[in-house]
């Protein structure tokens, strides 16, 4: 159900589900949920699955409950639009956990801040902790390791037989991991890997490593 | 006036051009003046437009004595033909015999290629006679106050019904009708069709089974029986001759001869790309006939095709190399020749293509076919016995497609809104929806209204809302625009414009092709090197380049599959190929050498055998079985198969179908004396089975594409004006997999499989496959390497994937491999 990596002496475990869980901090990272967007589709007419709101929320307690930690940072994205009925599930959603939210900005994230700050949520457009450089666009820095999301990677893989296979991932560079989308309703793009990067395909409830 | 005095204001104009009346024009004028509905049988270029243009017009003239100095404004009848190409000829042809009556009708088009001003004068004062076609009819039922445009409408023909049965865009068109039944009090509908297997079930669907409109009516065949000569060009040396391909550019100077002996000639590709390739292939070695050939396809811009449909007129163009886009409609005399180029997959097609030379009455057709490889000389040779026999197949009609009713009844939410039981009876009424059930009708009631099936709280799902009147009604602005927008996309594909970065436009593409474009690339579309720009607004720039291109855009099309009929004379017409040569074709006799090569190591099967061959190379383990009963059945056969072996033990399969026969390709080498011995070739279960196969594989997911665009589901947003919506763009396939995962007897996604298995599976002729299969002698080859009739399996790249494996073990085996390398 996991993997774990070991970044610039932190260790880190990937979870199935697409968070990224930082032990010696803690935190779960999370990134492109895309709250909202079932709610955004519906009211302009097509019917995404009513049920397919409440399967976002089911997961983040999955993981809350696997890693039990004490903060967890959005790496944008959050919200898919503007402010919709989800919004009252992400507040019910917030008051019955006890860990610290932060979100980074997205360029999804259109929601006034006066509304996460009502919730206790902090905003940053970065965040630096202990060399690792936290935004949602990839933005590679010198001498920082670089966690993001935007992107929604997934991997094409080949086999004998002409077997092929597509499956989202954490694509991680020299100094970068880019999380998958966290979000049921989202979808994916296929990265080329050069021979350096580092792949972990998420696959029916595990992580991993190709 | 006496219908005597009508007919002869008809005959009259008749002989003033020097013509004399057909039998079936005589007779189709009759019954329609005297109140019938009816479906003719007749040829493209037979003059069936006048047979149904003339009556029209004798009974306004019948209904209006003073026609020549009072003209009655108002829409009077309406003309629906599947392709927009078409509506100039008919417009122009409709004109004529208006003008030269004197009756003052005028004659207007309404086509996606319309322009905003027209409709809008359009809006304002309908012409007597619309020619439109399905989707542009659609949009006039999303017209607020539709039903007063259409009150005095007395004639809808429907042209080329065959084109339209058998696809939804048929079924959009049933459903048109059934409106315009109750709007237009005193309607006649007629049906124009070419011959299909199913004659008078394509009546049946035009006019709704066991309706009144059925019970008065009459079908007409034009028995204007035409010669038609058909033959193969056969490669000279049959050893260079190549196994696989679907270009026949081999053959390319076999053609230069037939050009030069014709007047004009036709030559049929059977996609775009096809056809985009041999127009260069032809100027590159023969530069002589730059200027005197031209090409013609859908993705080319309206101009320039019209400006090849006048060339081929007035004569002043030696070859046309083209697609579907001429199959239909438009009469070009000068053809004498025709080339189709690969097989057409259809015998009606291939006869409607052959009609296009030879146009004039009394002349005889002359078709000439193209194998691109091989094993299509066998093709060839059954094409001349399905031609003689006239084995025409049937087009199938869809039953229950919920998708274009979403989209109907949305439509008539857009414009003056409906009242369910009105709209119940009207649908009920029609072949496609003859068996909903109320269930059924309430979901998608419920669908419309609430997105699901219950209300819930915060819910803010928005379309279609009901009124205090029990009126359903979209009221919502943005709703309205999109699905206006989307009706005009239902045959699926993202096109995006192909223009010159200073103006100027080329034509469409499919999205497809250019997201696989880099900056720079070149590619050949309508006849020129391009430079790949930008993609800007949904539309592609594009600068001329003098670079080669290797790159050609490739169209999904033409992947269809042979009918019961061809594939039987397909089957006999190889196992002649152990007859003494004396009793076979000629097309059969210059196999040997091919047949020669495929006896070295397997064999060439006899009617009571069935072949199944292994062999093993870099790409794995290929098991190749043979049943030569056409593509969809080999589809059908292919996943139950590799479904039923998968249940045995663990194993990943990539699939390929073609019209002889299916290839399982795995890393795995299967035992096929295993797959005997458990009787996996068994009718009994066959339908849990397939239906459980289809859940393995992707034929569903695939399918579901057009569905949730003509659902609406999926927004393509709007090329047309540059606005791309990407905050609502989403694939069919997520779609796809949300309701596989949260609501799988949503009726859209239900869909998807019974499509799949009705349409594409044909799970009737796979029962009867698997019987005949039951009584052969099964024989298997276990070869040291590829057999000719192996070989456009293989290598086919469109694959079906299916496997019972944990995911997690076959990406293990697969990194395992890679790490080997």
Not at chain 1, 80 to 86: C, G, M, Q, R
Not at chain 2, 455 to 476: A, C, P, W
Not at chain 2, 496 to 516: A, D, H, M, N, P
Not at chain 2, 602 to 624: A, M, Q, Y
């Amino acid at each position: 159900m996991t993997q774990n990596i070991r970044i610039y002496d932190h260790e880190f475990i990937l979870h199935a589900s697409g968070a990224v869980f930082w032990k010696g901090k803690a935190t779960l990272l999370i990134s492109d949920v895309h709250l909202g967007k079932v709610s955004h589709f519906r009211k302009f007419g097509a019917a995404v699955p009513l049920k397919a709101i409440g399967a976002n929320f089911e997961l983040l307690d999955e993981v809350i409950a696997y890693f039990n930690p004490e903060k967890i940072i959005f790496l944008g994205d959050l919200f898919h639009a503007h402010l919709n009925t989800e919004w009252i599930y992400f507040e019910a959603w917030i008051a019955q956990i006890a860990t610290e939210v932060i979100l980074i900005n997205g360029n999804h994230d259109v929601i006034s801040p006066l509304k996460y700050e009502a919730l206790g949520i902090e905003i940053h457009d970065e965040l630096i902790l202990d060399k690792c450089l936290l935004t949602h666009h990839p933005e590679p820095r010198q001498g920082y390791f670089n966690f993001c999301g935007h992107i929604h990677p997934a991997v094409k893989i080949q086999g004998s037989g002409k077997q092929s296979l597509r499956l989202p991932c954490f694509f991680k560079t020299q100094d970068q991991m880019i999380l998958p989308a966290f979000g049921k309703f989202t979808g994916s793009y296929t990265l080329k890997r050069k021979k350096e990067d580092e792949v972990y395909a998420l696959a029916e409830g595990m992580v991993i490593k190709i | 006036m006496t219908t005597d005095q009508l007919y002869k204001i008809a005959e009259d104009w008749f002989d003033q051009q020097n013509w004399k009346p057909f039998a079936f024009q005589r007779q189709t004028w009759k019954t329609f003046l005297q109140g019938k509905n009816g479906l003719l049988n007749a040829p493209t270029g037979s003059g069936k437009t006048y047979a149904l243009w003339f009556p029209i017009i004798l009974d306004y003239i019948k209904n209006h004595p003073d026609y020549k100095t009072t003209h009655k404004k108002g829409l009077k009848a309406i003309w629906i033909t599947p392709l927009r190409a078409l509506s100039h000829e008919i417009k122009q042809s409709a004109e004529r015999v208006a003008n030269d009556l004197g009756t003052g009708l005028s004659v207007g088009i309404r086509s996606g290629d319309t322009s905003t001003s027209e409709r809008v004068k359009q809006k304002r004062n309908m012409p007597d006679l619309l020619i439109t076609t399905p989707e542009s009819l659609q949009l006039l039922l999303a017209t607020k106050g539709y039903a007063k445009t259409f009150k005095n409408c007395s004639a809808i023909v429907v042209d080329e019904w065959h084109e339209l049965l058998g696809t939804k865009r048929g079924v959009q068109t049933e459903l048109g009708l059934s409106r315009l039944k109750s709007v237009c009090k005193k309607v006649r509908i007629w049906g124009i069709s070419a011959t299909i297997g199913n004659l008078d079930e394509a009546r049946q669907v035009l006019l709704g089974p066991a309706s009144p409109a059925l019970d008065n009516s009459v079908m007409i065949k034009a028995n204007t029986a035409k010669k038609i000569t058909v033959k193969s060009i056969i490669p000279k040396k049959m050893e260079t001759f190549p196994w696989r391909g679907h270009l026949g550019l081999h053959l390319l100077e076999k053609v230069i001869p037939i050009l030069n002996n014709s007047k004009t000639t036709l030559l049929f590709t059977n996609t775009r790309s096809q056809c985009e390739i041999w127009f260069q292939k032809i100027l590159e070695k023969h530069p002589e006939y730059a200027g005197e050939i031209a090409m013609h396809h859908g993705s080319i811009n309206k101009e320039t095709r019209q400006w090849v449909e006048q060339a081929i007129r007035n004569e002043s163009l030696k070859a046309v190399v083209c697609t579907s886009s001429l199959d239909l409609g438009v009469d070009f005399a000068p053809v004498e020749t025709v080339v189709q180029i690969g097989g057409t997959k259809g015998i009606a097609r291939f006869i409607q293509r052959a009609g296009r030379s030879g146009h004039r009455p009394g002349k005889e057709s002359v078709i000439y076919f193209l194998p691109t490889h091989a094993l299509e000389l066998v093709e060839a040779s059954a094409l001349q016995q399905a031609v003689k026999k006239k084995e025409v197949e049937d087009r199938i009609p869809y039953l229950n497609s919920f998708d274009v009713l979403v989209q109907y009844l949305t439509t008539l939410a857009v414009s003056d809104g409906f009242y369910p039981s009105i709209i119940h009876k009207e649908i009920k009424n029609t072949f496609c929806y003859q068996a909903i059930t109320m269930e059924q009708w309430q979901w998608l009631l419920n669908f419309l209204v609430m997105g699901s099936q219950s209300l819930q709280t915060y819910d803010e799902f928005k379309k279609v809302e009901v009124e205090e009147d029990g009126r359903f009604k979209v009221n919502h602005r943005g709703i309205a625009m999109r699905h206006r927008f989307q009706i005009g996309t239902i045959v699926g594909d993202a096109n995006l414009t192909v223009r010159y970065q200073k103006g100027g436009y080329i034509g469409t593409i499919e999205e497809y092709f250019i997201s696989k474009l880099k900056t720079g690339d070149v590619f050949t579309f309508a006849g020129r090197n391009l430079e790949f720009i930008r993609i800007k607004q949904m539309q592609v720039h594009v600068r001329n380049s003098s670079k080669k291109s290797t790159k050609v855009p490739a169209w999904m099309g033409g992947r269809m599959s042979f009918s019961t009929q061809m594939s039987e004379l397909l089957r006999n017409e190889l196992y002649s190929a152990a007859l003494p040569e004396s009793q076979q074709s000629i097309e059969i006799k210059s196999l040997k050498t091919i047949f020669d090569k495929q006896r070295e190591e397997s064999i060439v099967p006899k009617p009571n055998e069935f072949l199944i061959e292994t062999f093993e190379t870099n790409d794995g383990h290929h098991h190749i079985f043979y049943p030569f009963e056409g593509r969809a059945v080999h589809e059908a056969m292919g996943s139950l198969l590799s479904y039923r072996i998968s249940l045995l033990s663990p194993i990943t399969f990539s699939l390929a179908f073609n019209d002889y026969g299916f290839e399982l390709l795995s890393d795995q080498k299967l035992d096929i004396q295993e797959i005997l011995d458990n009787n996996l070739f068994t009718t009994a279960y066959v339908f849990d089975d397939l239906q459980k196969s289809l859940n393995a594989t992707e034929m569903a997911k695939r399918k579901f594409r057009d569905i949730a665009v003509i659902s609406g589901l999926v927004f393509t947003g709007y090329p047309e004006k540059g606005i791309k919506m990407k905050h609502l763009q989403s694939s069919s396939q997520l779609f796809f997999d949300v309701f596989k995962d949260y609501e799988a007897d949503n009726l859209l996604y239900q869909q998807a499989f019974t499509e799949t298995f009705e349409h594409q599976l044909e799970e009737g002729r796979l029962r009867m496959a698997l019987e005949r299969i039951q009584k052969q002698k099964i024989v298997c080859k276990q070869c040291r390497q590829p057999t000719p009739f192996s070989f456009p399996l293989i290598t086919d790249r469109l694959r079906e994937k299916l496997s019972s494996e944990k995911l997690a073990d076959r990406i293990k085996r697969m990194t395992a491999k890679l790490l080997k390398k």
